[in-house]
């Protein structure tokens, strides 16, 4: 048996992803959390065989929750799975040390394939995503058909995100662990990578990114 651990902000969302997993033989749930915080206790409790997370959690990002398991607990693999586009997610996670990336709206689809792939010690993303993967990292990826989001780092990104969310600085600050002063970088940061030139059209242009649901 195969223990999985799931990590989703959303209960509804774990009950049916449990269901759906139960139902496989050599399957078990060994928990169901909706923090990072709770995913870290868990892992050291239950030593699961696979984390299957998404993206978006209650206290931080699942990018920081995969670098912290990275970090800690090398040898449990990462599964995202996620309502966030992989063209802009799955890159960022394999770079983090996540071993899979599946949206949820195909979820029923290439879910127990990605997991038996990931628990084999294989990487699992679509097809379009490996054929992008494998463009950057030789080379001939056309530099025009890239978004200017993705020039951010994953700390700008995050950052970018919750200001999206409504988010000010103390709150970003506080759900990021990190300080005021150090948001205020990042923002710096992110409008001149964007090519924006105040606070303002940050806000703007986050907010109208995020209602888009292009992340």
Known sequence: MKRILIVDDHPIVREGMARLLESEPDIEICGGVGTVREALEMVAKEEPDLVLSDMTLTDRSGLELIKDL?????DVPVLVISMHDEKLYAERVLRAGGRGYVMKETASDHLLVAIQRVLQGEIYLSG??????????SG???TSSETPIKRLTDREFEVFQLIGLGKGTSEVGEQLCIS???VDAHRAHIKEKLGLKNGNELLRFAVRWVESGEN
């Open 128 to 137: 379009q995503a490996s054929q992008r993967l494998a463009e950057s990292f």
């Open 70 to 74: 990275k970090a800690l607990h090398p």
């Open 140 to 142: 001939h990826k056309k």
């Open 180 to 182: 005021p002063r150090t």
